[in-house]
């Protein structure tokens, strides 16, 4: 159903002001909203047809029938708002991806009576199914199409419901003040990078921890291994030692946006880079603007970079 | 969503509850095609087919649109309309593969429940109908909830129990109304009184345990023998039958007082008549005065209705027989039965008083070998002849059409009256109820000076008939109550399951008076009765205000409204002086716990907080150390309290008026 811009610019506006962001956010009577579905109104519909037949056949039963009917519209109105009632929402861990994947975004739900048959979902985002809601917190991840890098602000979460029969909507729009970082897609293109080769020979190549080259001796601390402790030198010596191996680094690649491309397409080249370069395993500095990331390794690394390509100059 | 296998599972079986009673009604190809396609459901259930193929689902549409064109013709529309959501629930079945269609099928489910309620009205229905509802309810909320058998049984009672209270307060106070359009009669084949009579017919009643009414009095309860109700006069004979024609008559005669009040329940019959005692009125709309004395309904009612009416205690002073009536009441065959027309015209000469001639035939009667039995040898072509002077036995319609006839002939103006007599006491002894085994057929003769008198020959024959009712009379009798629902009469050994049957009647009577009755008169009564009179404003305000209180309980049971929970006395004060040092704009910052409020209020106003100080230490003991002296403490924290109010309305009486609300921030030091 298409909603005029304004009447749904307007609601948003009353949303703002009625229920404003809060990461943590509890369902009560001043954020549910009911009203009956479509099945609902056919029951209702049913039931007046039913009224007007036991009018017109003076037939008491049928009367009562339809009065049943109703009364159980009733109730079902009541449970329905009693299964959202209770339900604690919390923000919890954003996580970040490249520009076009969906971001996740973490939640964590609860409520102290068991609820059923919760729908999730962001205003563009697939549907996230709840079957029950129980006492204990739940983590519930919850996607949101991402469409440019920057910061992302999902926007209001719709929960909604129809237990007990179907017959009304229950629902609220919550904002719980999630953001995430989108970052550039990842498109190779051009680059501008710097390798370090010429230092070679006058920098002892740099190295890191690993199995390949004998590096030297240390001395033994509890809980290192014993496979590595150096009986020979402990037979000459009387110290434990454990023998250190590295294995070799390459030099570090300097990375920077190229300045003849567009600002977008540069950073998505960048962030292709970057991700290529980490699993090479080559360690890489970045520089974007004033910003400089000094030379380092590592998926923390690369998450760092790619948020400042994320950051960079955006608007928000 | 996808309707998950419990839910399939649980509609089958509501289905199932649903259409069984409803199976009379429906039409043996409608039955056929809505067994076809539970059978599909049931084998998709089971994993053995898959959906159905087009050609099914189409070839079953034809079909039921065929079934529902041939029936179209044949059947009143109500009877067409059940036809067509039997088969639309069967159709749509097999083809329900998410949410929506389930509830779409549920929606006609609840439908079809009301329909089997047009029919039948026992306190049973009304449980079978809050049974069948909930079970009809239970797919719906087992999809939404998916539980063990037991747990949603017991769901789907809470969702019930919770709408009971709701129920019963629209059925109290909702208005009713009259009916909106008028219906046309269906016309059902019912067990009954017709408005023809062959000399054998009302043996057939006899067979039927059916209720047709039950009547209650103001006063005493009738003798048995003055329970006679009139439902249909038969003047017309041809030698074989007796037909109702037009009477002829003028203006009934005037009823005077005293009257006695009696009500009636009536089943539906679908006919225009309804049996009354003699010289019975009403003021009821829908009741008109039929000829013969009679009453009759203006529109017969599809459904159990309760009449008021009024028995004159006297009879009438008779105003003499105008002529067409006469030639009416003297009316026979042109030939036949010569035997009888030939004993009529000796009765004639013998006696010149019409009441020893009908006295005489009742005299033969009464002699040996006529016999009454609901099993007579069939009669030979002269029926009445055959009748009186071959077989010589027979039931109450052979011996008053043997009576009127020859009562004809001898000259004395007599017509045939079929109704009911009788009746069995409720077991309280408080009403009648009137089964169509009490069927009876008997005579009215014009007697000059008396009017119409209605002589029962069949009193003469079987006595016990009339004086001890059918039950007694008949029971021996092969036949008698051969169709009863329950074997009842094999129950009359066991006193206990007889009183049985008397308590259940006395239930459904109970019922029908109270709860199928309860229409606007007696929603009227119960309006004078508890709120003096009934008008529209007040009915409006009386359903607003009790649906408000179960709104503000059922708020109140969701936890939508919590009850505002009063605070200590110590509290309540406390917080009152709290708003008074606020105005002078001394109250606690945000947060600010009693002490840390006392501390800075003693840097920045030590007057003030000289005088509040005690306020402050009276009230955190109060709160917080059970072992003080509780009034002692209270009394003492009044007292201070008094103390600080009499100072800060002091101190703001000083302050220019200008200055007034905000209390000036003494120096700085």
Redesign the interface.
């Known amino acids: 159903m298409r909603v005029p811009r304004l009447v749904r610019s307007l609601y948003l506006r009353w949303l703002r002001r009625r229920l404003p962001a809060a990461p943590r956010q509890v369902l009560s009577?001043r954020n549910i909203f009911i009203l009956p579905s479509k099945?609902g109104a056919?029951?209702l519909g049913?039931t007046a047809?039913?009224f007007?037949?036991?009018?017109?056949?003076?037939?008491?039963?049928?009367?009562?029938?339809?009065?049943?009917?109703?009364?159980?519209f009733?109730?079902?109105i009541?449970?329905a708002?009693?299964n959202l009632?209770?339900l604690t929402l919390a923000s919890g861990q954003a996580h970040h991806r490249h520009a076009g994947e969906p971001i996740p975004f973490d939640l964590s739900v609860s409520s102290a009576r068991p609820l059923?048959?919760l729908h999730l979902k962001y205003e563009d985002g697939p549907l996230r199914r709840i079957?029950r809601v129980l006492a204990q917190e739940t983590q519930v991840q919850l996607l949101h199409p991402s469409e440019r890098r920057g910061v992302l602000k999902p926007g209001r979460i719709r929960i909604e419901s129809?237990?007990?029969?179907?017959l009304c909507r229950v629902w609220s729009h919550l904002d719980l003040a999630q953001s995430a970082l989108v970052w550039p897609a990842a498109e190779p293109g051009p680059v501008l990078s710097q390798h370090s080769e010429q230092h070679v020979g006058s920098e002892p190549a740099r190295s890191r921890e690993g199995l390949d080259d004998f590096q030297g001796l240390a001395r033994w601390q509890p809980g290192q291994s014993r496979a590595r402790i150096a009986w020979k030198q402990w037979a000459q010596s009387g110290q434990l030692q454990v023998k250190q191996f590295v294995a070799p680094q390459g030099a570090p690649t300097h990375v920077t946006l190229h300045p003849g491309s567009p600002i977008e397409l540069a950073l998505s080249a960048v962030a292709a880079e970057l991700t290529r370069l980490h699993h090479q395993g080559v360690p890489f500095a970045l520089a974007l603007g004033a910003q400089r990331f000094a030379p380092e390794h590592g998926s923390a690394h690369l998450k760092r970079c790619l948020d400042g390509l994320a950051r960079y100059r955006s608007s928000d | 969503m996808l309707v998950s296998r419990a839910a399939q599972g649980c509609l089958l079986l509501s289905q199932i509850a649903i259409i069984l009673p409803l199976s009379p009604t429906a039409t043996p190809w409608t039955l056929a095609i809505l067994l076809l396609c539970l059978l599909w459901r049931v084998g998709i259930f089971y994993g053995r087919v898959t959906r159905p193929p087009k050609l099914l689902v189409n070839s079953l549409g034809i079909a039921a649109t065929l079934t529902l064109f041939s029936i179209a013709t044949q059947m009143d529309m109500m009877q067409a309309l059940t036809n067509l959501l039997i088969l639309a629930y069967g159709l749509k079945t097999i083809e329900t593969r998410n949410?929506?269609d389930l509830?779409?099928v549920i929606?006609t489910g609840?439908?079809l429940?009301?329909l089997h309620?047009?029919d039948?009205?026992t306190p049973l229905?009304?449980v079978q109908?809050?049974l069948l509802?909930a079970l009809n309810?239970t797919p719906?909320?087992i999809?939404?909830?998916?539980e063990a058998p037991k747990a949603l049984a017991l769901?789907t009672a809470k969702?019930?129990v919770?709408?009971?209270?709701?129920?019963l307060l629209?059925?109290l106070l909702?208005p009713?109304?009259?009916?909106?359009?008028q219906?046309q009669n269906p016309q059902i084949a019912r067990t009954g009184l017709s408005d023809s009579l062959a000399l054998g017919q009302i043996a057939q009643l006899t067979r039927s345990d059916e209720l047709v009414m039950r009547a209650s009095f103001d006063g005493a309860i009738p003798a048995p023998e003055q329970r006679y109700w009139r439902a249909l006069i038969l003047n017309d004979f041809d030698g074989q039958r007796w037909r109702a024609s037009r009477l002829a008559e003028a203006e009934p005669e005037p009823l005077s007082p005293p009257y006695r009040p009696y009500q009636l329940i009536l089943e539906p019959s679908h006919q225009r008549w309804l049996p009354t005692l003699k010289h019975s009125d009403s003021q009821d709309p829908a009741l008109q005065p039929l000829p013969g004395g009679r009453l009759g309904w203006r529109t017969p009612?599809?459904?159990r209705?309760s009449v008021a009416l009024l028995q004159a205690q006297a009879a009438p002073t008779p105003r003499p027989l105008s002529e067409t009536v006469r030639q009416q009441a003297l009316q026979l065959p042109a030939q036949g039965d010569p035997a009888s027309r030939r004993w009529a015209t000796q009765l004639r000469q013998q006696y010149d008083d019409p009441t020893a001639r009908i006295a005489a035939i009742l005299q033969r009667f009464r002699q040996a070998p006529f016999r009454y039995t609901l099993q007579p040898p069939k009669l030979g072509p002269d029926q009445i002849d055959s009748f009186l002077f071959d077989t010589q036995a027979g039931f109450c319609s052979h011996y008053a059409s043997a009576l009127v006839f020859v009562a004809r002939q001898a000259g004395i103006p007599a017509r045939l009256v079929t109704g009911y007599q009788g009746g069995e006491l409720g077991p309280r002894g408080d009403f009648l109820s009137i089964y169509q085994y009490n069927a009876h057929a008997w005579s009215e003769v014009w007697l000059e000076g008396q009017g119409w008198v209605r002589i029962d020959p069949t009193a003469a024959v079987a006595p016990e008939r009339v004086e001890q009712g059918a039950q007694a009379a008949l029971a021996q009798q092969e036949g008698f109550m051969a169709d009863a629902r329950l074997p009842w009469l094999q129950f009359r050994n066991s006193p206990w399951l007889w009183q049985l049957r008397g308590w259940m009647a006395q239930v459904d009577y109970q019922w029908s008076r109270w709860?199928?009755?309860?229409?606007e008169q007696r929603q009227a009564r119960l309006w004078d009765r508890w709120m003096g009179g009934f008008d529209l404003l007040k009915a409006g305000a009386l359903l607003g205000g009790a649906i408000f209180v179960l709104a503000l309980l059922?708020a109140l049971s969701?936890?939508?409204l919590k009850l505002p929970k009063t605070a200590p006395l110590a509290v309540r004060r406390y917080r009152k002086i709290l708003r008074k040092l606020e105005a002078i704009g001394a109250g606690p910052k945000p947060g600010e716990a009693p002490l840390g409020h006392l501390r800075r209020l003693q840097v920045t106003q030590p007057q003030l907080a000289a005088r509040f100080a005690p306020i402050c230490h009276h009230f955190l003991s109060l709160r917080y150390d059970p072992q003080c002296d509780k009034r002692q403490q209270m009394l003492a924290m009044q007292r201070a309290i008094k103390r600080l109010r009499r100072y800060i309305n002091r101190l703001h009486s000083t302050i220019p008026a200008s200055a007034r609300g905000s209390f000036p921030a003494p120096p700085a030091p």
């Open positions: 009577h099945s056919l029951f049913m047809v039913l007007l037949l036991g009018t017109n056949y003076q037939n008491n039963l049928v009367l009562a029938l339809a009065f049943l009917l109703f009364s159980l009733n109730t079902s009541l449970m708002f009693r009632a209770g059923f048959q079957n129809r237990y007990p029969l179907g | 949410t929506g509830t779409v929606l609840y439908f429940i009301g309620l047009l039948s009205f229905m009304a109908m809050v509802v309810t719906l909320l999809s939404y909830r998916p769901e969702l019930m919770f709408s009971l209270p709701l129920t629209l059925f909702v009713r109304m009259a009916p909106i359009w219906l009612p599809a459904t209705t709860v199928m009755g309860f229409d059922q969701s936890g939508l």
